[in-house]
């Protein structure tokens, strides 16, 4: 109770479907019709129920089996999590991305509006929400374009070829989290509720790891959408 009630001040860097329970992307895969490999602990972008192949099963079914709940809640998550050689916390955290992420599809306004009332109740002000990605259409355009020595010729080539366009469809993006976040919380009928004064802002993330025409192509998409 102490703990609870102690401020919080900001959650920085938080990765939003990291953010989201376990449990959480195993009920909406259910609702979706997903398939989970058993073997694998992840779900299937290619098969939906009552199509699962082979070594598939639908997701709604695990809700009924507790032993392969508790196998994806682990796998999903941290929860009892032991490092071991050739599998370190850090990897493990983010290979679950990849194991539930055909269920983040179009539902990232949903999420938000669980992270921001989760941190209300915990006596968070202030989120960075790393919800935005500034990967691929915007990483095929650098690798289109290229990248010269002068760095202003690349920038009128990639305006050139529609990184404008891009940027407005991330722009909207921030402006749908946005119209999520106040009608899921109930901001616009209740604009002091705790959740509803929780400060929130969104994180354009740059993939650093690939090659540098690309990473010049998403930098440049995020100094133009903060502008």
């Known amino acids: 109770a102490f703990f609870y009630r102690m401020p919080k001040g900001a959650d920085l860097h938080m990765h939003l479907t990291g953010a989201v329970y376990a449990e959480t992307w195993i009920h909406e895969a259910a609702e979706d019709n997903e398939c989970v490999s058993a073997a694998r602990l992840r779900f299937d972008a290619d098969h939906h129920a009552p199509g699962c192949p082979a070594g598939e099963t639908p997701a709604g ?32 955290f983010f290979d679950t991305f990849y194991k539930f992420d055909v269920v983040s599809h179009g539902k990232d306004p949903e999420f938000v509006v669980q ?36 760095f202003e010729v690349t920038r009128q080539k990639l305006l050139q070829h529609g990184l404008d366009q891009l940027v407005t469809g991330l722009r909207n993006k921030v402006d749908d989290l946005e119209k999520g976040r106040v009608k899921g919380l109930g901001c616009d009928t209740e604009p002091d509720s705790p959740p509803c004064k929780v400060g929130v802002k969104y994180i354009l993330q740059v993939l650093r790891l690939f090659p540098k025409e690309q990473v010049f192509a998403q930098t440049m998409a995020g100094f133009m959408l903060a502008s």
């Open 61 to 92: 079914g695990v809700l009924s089996d507790q032993q392969r709940y508790d196998a994806l809640v682990d796998a999903f998550s941290m929860r009892a999590f032991v490092p071991s050689a050739g599998n370190s916390g850090h990897d493990h």
């Open 115 to 150: 992270a921001v009332r989760r941190a209300a109740e915990q006596n968070e002000s202030y989120l960075e929400l790393m919800a935005l990605g500034a990967g691929s259409p915007i990483s095929k355009l650098g690798a289109q374009v290229g990248l010269d020595t002068d």
